[in-house]
Nanobody, 122 residues
Framework: QVQLVESGGGLVQPGGSLRLSCAAS????????MGWYRQAPGKQRDLVAT???????NYADSVKGRFTISRDNAKNTVYLQMNSLKPEDTALYYC????????????????WGQGALVTVSS
């Protein structure tokens, strides 16, 4: 079993910054791709950013140049630095990890965190 625990959400004014963290623990051999998704009230869950184990990143157009995803493979942790925040960034942010549980596993399993609320408001 794998647990993803997010932290760092909160209330921030427009133009401000926040840093989200997500630590994975449990039955983990290797984590391949990790990422962040977000869901605003009444909307679907959308991709924010992903990062491969080797550090290749991908961002939604709406956050390019403002958000930076990074990871620490030794700590099984992924981060999301969010700068120049806008009211439309308000959402529940979910951490995602693709985990290979053992060395003999044939495929990775997808896991989700419980969500971290980010509210951007003056």
């Amino acid at each position: 079993q794998v647990q993803l625990v997010e932290s760092g959400g909160g209330l921030v004014q427009p133009g401000g910054s926040l840093r989200l963290s997500c630590a994975a623990s449990g039955s983990i051999f290797i984590i391949t791709t990790m990422g962040w998704y977000r869901q605003a009230p009444g909307k679907q869950r959308d991709l924010v950013a992903t990062i491969t184990r080797s550090g290749i990143t991908n961002y939604a157009d709406s956050v390019k140049g403002r958000f930076t995803i990074s990871r620490d493979n030794a700590k099984n942790t992924v981060y999301l630095q969010m700068n120049s925040l806008k009211p439309e960034d308000t959402a529940l942010y979910y951490c995602n990890a693709n985990v290979i549980p053992t060395s003999g596993a044939l495929a990775s399993l997808e896991h989700w965190g419980q969500g971290a609320l980010v509210t951007v408001s003056s």
